[in-house]
């Protein structure tokens, strides 16, 4: 089965942001950056929470980070040895990718032989308030041992300080850190006890926004000292009775021990790995790669809420403002539709509960209908800022229109909950809201449609597709066509509706859906689709785009002045020229392979991928999938692992000038699992059933994986020259 782990043997400064991302591991409710228990904030340690956000001033609002309950470092011989700052003899870090296990093992010497830091910790997925920590010291001589642990109030934020005041407190045996957050007042508990089957001496320090336990003993040579540490974590938006639930949770957890509690969370994993393993033989780099990137995805899927999204860098701290893109329905949703549909559903339920703000922005613009934020925070509100990129010139911001005209991620939330109808067979969401949310998207395309007076079609100007790089462009391709495939979406929704009476009743109180139905039915018919070009078969990205310069990107870049410049925009050197940051035709024709011919797909592929600078992880995965359609596995070899490796090559971008931007990859890790299973495997939905047409890249010899499809779970094993799909009976989760 491989070894499920990842590790690192070299202790470089330089790799503290990067590890906290490669080697987080959270539960839906947290995600706990790879950092070590003794860092303060200037080395980025995170509990980032899901869904919490905050603003101070006049800075981006941001989701928080709560006070750190695992601060833990050692003294010994009244010397402290700690990280960065001491220098080790020998330092490992490790991550179990198939249980969400962290560990570290760390030796300094001293002026009388080693001492050693063994250390693992994971954030429940059995409890999702609950972290746990054994942290064990060992000398080779005998000595004073003191153990500083507690909670660590100094939190790193990008835009906080998010805690107008810190309540550090405690009450025999635990102690507790509140902090009070700015905007909302949310009160963010952090609840810590502890546990050791030796004597040892207790104080407790509060210093600034830290409460420390000092805990002294006098260690033997060769003997390891554990200490176990429970930490809770609670909000005010959890329950009002938070500080009794972190309590509660946590002397639970220490009665019933830490071995017991890991091998409930690892049950868990366990049970997730039984659905959503994929098996690949013969290449074992992808199998790692792969199983990593899902490993990322269950780890911020969000099982405790009935309605929440994951944000575009998943748990793994503050940079994209915390928010939720069109990544979520459009790269990561199909794992979760595949093996978890009632995340799937989570997912999309949050869209249908921020269906109001999305009705706002659309009113802001002037328009009807629903304009889904382009950065989807808390409530729906759009924290994409007017001015996204800061000019490295002039140092001033620029004007960027992503929030303005990024129209398609109102089809991106459609998509996914036809998506969700079309492999659950359920009409639960469409009835729940996805319906409405459906109609108000399809009303606000309707919305956008320009007729010029001596053409009988429909165009959507003024807009922004994938490609972030060419800005307010004319008929869009890949923007059209959604907003076609949104008519089209909205005309069946209001057939399946028109079965349900009461509701039919209802909505039609609001609408009249046989008008709708008209309108859209017009629309789908008349909005202008790009064709293929008559010569080459290529299908012009958005108008005018034929007539830009058409410039290698090494040639682009090396005219770049600077080298952080913004390549896009109204000044971008990208902008005039035919190079594109991500894919944008082909994610369209990835989308709806089956109404262009294989020439078409070749062609386009051809064409635009030496124009495609893959400057967004989105990328890779949807040239790697065409590739795939277009039977070139072994050209969508290399862009599938570009994709699946996203957050294991530490080579992703982490800084813009002065601003962390690191942080997990998740949509680059939905993209790779997409590419194994609907590239590689070919699965897809076919007259009702699924089907698979694989096309395996030469390293694979097989490959096995298996999908839930309408309440039913079947097992798929493809061989180089076969393929079976078994049905292994009703799900039961
Ligand atoms: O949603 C993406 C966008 O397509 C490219 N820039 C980054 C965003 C968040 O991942």
């Given at each position: 089965m491989g070894k499920w782990i990842i590790e690192d043997k070299e202790c470089l400064a330089e790799k503290i942001t990067s590890d906290g991302n490669k080697y987080l591991v959270g539960n839906g409710y947290m995600g706990i950056r790879g950092t070590l228990q003794e860092y303060k904030k200037e080395e980025f340690p995170a509990i980032n929470l899901a869904g919490l956000y905050d603003q101070v001033g006049d800075a981006w609002r941001e989701p928080l980070n709560a006070p750190n309950g695992l601060y833990t470092y050692i003294e010994f011989e009244g010397k402290q040895y700690r990280l960065p700052q001491h220098l080790p003899s020998s330092h490992h870090i490790a991550l179990d990718y198939r249980h969400g296990i962290f560990y570290r093992d760390t030796s300094w010497e001293t002026e009388v032989g080693k001492i050693r830091v063994k250390a693992e910790r994971f954030a429940s997925l059995d409890e999702c308030h609950l972290i746990a920590m054994k942290y064990s010291i060992c000398s080779d001589a005998d000595g004073r041992v003191r153990i500083y642990t507690g909670i660590d109030g100094e939190v790193w934020d990008i835009n906080g300080p998010h805690y107008d005041e810190m309540?550090?407190?405690?009450?025999?045996?635990?102690?507790?850190?509140?902090?009070?957050t700015h905007e909302c007042k949310y009160k963010i508990c952090v609840s810590e006890t502890?546990?050791?089957?030796?004597?040892?001496?207790?104080?407790?320090?509060?210093?600034?926004?830290?409460?420390?336990?000092?805990?002294?003993?006098?260690?033997?040579?060769?003997?390891?000292?554990?200490?176990?540490?429970?930490?809770?974590?609670?909000?005010?938006?959890?329950?009002?009775?938070?500080?009794?639930?972190?309590?509660?949770?946590?002397?639970?957890?220490?009665?019933?021990?830490?071995?017991?509690?890991?091998?409930?969370?690892?049950?868990?994993?366990?049970?997730?790995?039984?659905?959503?393993?994929?098996?690949?033989?013969?290449?074992?780099?992808?199998?790692?790669?792969?199983?990593?990137?899902?490993?990322?995805?269950?780890?911020?899927?969000?099982?405790?809420?009935?309605?929440?999204?994951?944000?575009?860098?998943?748990?793994?701290?503050?940079?994209?403002?915390?928010?939720v893109f069109w990544d979520t329905e459009m790269f990561m949703l199909d794992l979760f539709l595949f093996t978890e549909p009632d995340v799937a559903k989570t997912l999309l339920k949050y869209r249908i509960d921020t269906l109001d703000g999305a009705k706002k922005k659309a009113k802001d613009y002037g328009y009807c209908g629903a304009f889904y934020p382009w950065e989807s925070q808390e409530g729906g509100y759009d924290a994409c800022s007017d001015y996204n990129v800061v000019d490295v010139f002039t140092g001033r911001p620029m004007r960027t229109y992503f929030k303005d005209k990024q129209v398609h991620i109102s089809s991106a939330v459609v998509y996914g909950i036809m998506r969700y109808v079309d492999y659950t067979g359920n009409y639960d969401l469409l009835i729940e809201g996805g319906g409405q949310v459906i109609i108000e998207c399809a009303r606000f395309y309707y919305d956008l449609l320009i007729k010029k007076v001596h053409l009988d079609r429909y165009e959507l100007h003024d807009v922004i597709g994938p490609d972030e790089y060419h800005e307010r462009v004319n008929n869009n391709a890949y923007t059209n066509k959604m907003a076609k495939y949104t008519f089209q979406s909205a005309i069946s929704v209001i057939d399946i509706l028109s079965q349900f009476d009461a509701l039919y009743e209802e909505l039609s109180q609001q609408y009249d859906l046989l008008w709708l139905k008209q309108i859209f039915q017009d629309a789908a018919v008349k909005i202008y689709i790009p064709e293929p070009d008559e010569k080459n078969q290529v299908i012009e990205q958005f108008d005018g785009y034929f007539g830009l310069e058409d410039v290698s990107i090494e040639e682009l870049k090396k005219r770049m002045l600077h080298e952080k410049e913004y390549l896009g925009g109204a000044y971008g050197i990208a902008s005039h020229s035919k190079v594109i940051k991500q894919a944008d035709v082909v994610t369209m024709l990835n989308l709806f392979s089956d109404e262009y011919s294989m020439e078409v797909l070749l062609k386009n592929w051809e064409y635009y991928e030496p124009r495609t600078e893959h400057g967004s992880s989105l990328s890779a995965c949807m040239y790697s999938m065409l590739a795939c359609k277009c039977q070139m596995p072994e050209k969508a070899y290399p862009l599938f692992l570009k994709s699946a490796r996203a957050d294991l090559r530490e080579s992703t971008k982490q800084w813009a000038g002065l601003i962390y931007i690191g942080g997990t990859h998740p949509a680059a890790a939905g993209g790779a699992y997409m590419t194994a299973i609907e590239g590689f495997a070919g699965l897809r939905i076919k007259d009702g059933k699924l089907n698979v047409n694989p096309n395996l890249p030469s390293k694979w010899n097989s490959m096995a994986f298996k999908i839930i499809y309408h309440g039913d779970l079947y097992e798929i094993n493809i061989e180089k020259n076969s393929a079976k799909i078994n049905n292994l009976g009703r799900y039961k989760g």
């Open positions: 309540w550090l407190s405690e009450t025999k045996p635990i102690i507790y850190g509140v902090g009070i502890y546990d050791v089957d030796f004597n040892l001496d207790e104080d407790i320090i509060i210093e600034g926004r830290k409460i420390v336990r000092v805990l002294s003993f006098e260690a033997k040579a060769g003997i390891s000292y554990d200490l176990y540490k429970y930490i809770g974590v609670y909000t005010s938006k959890d329950t009002s009775d938070y500080l009794n639930e972190a309590s509660r949770l946590i002397l639970e957890a220490k009665s019933n021990g830490y071995d017991y509690i890991l091998r409930k969370h690892k049950n868990k994993w366990e049970e997730k790995w039984k659905v959503s393993q994929v098996t690949i033989e013969g290449d074992d780099i992808s199998m790692e790669a792969l199983n990593y990137s899902i490993y990322h995805l269950h780890s911020i899927a969000p099982r405790h809420a009935d309605s929440l999204s994951i944000p575009a860098r998943g748990l793994s701290g503050q940079t994209y403002k915390g928010a």
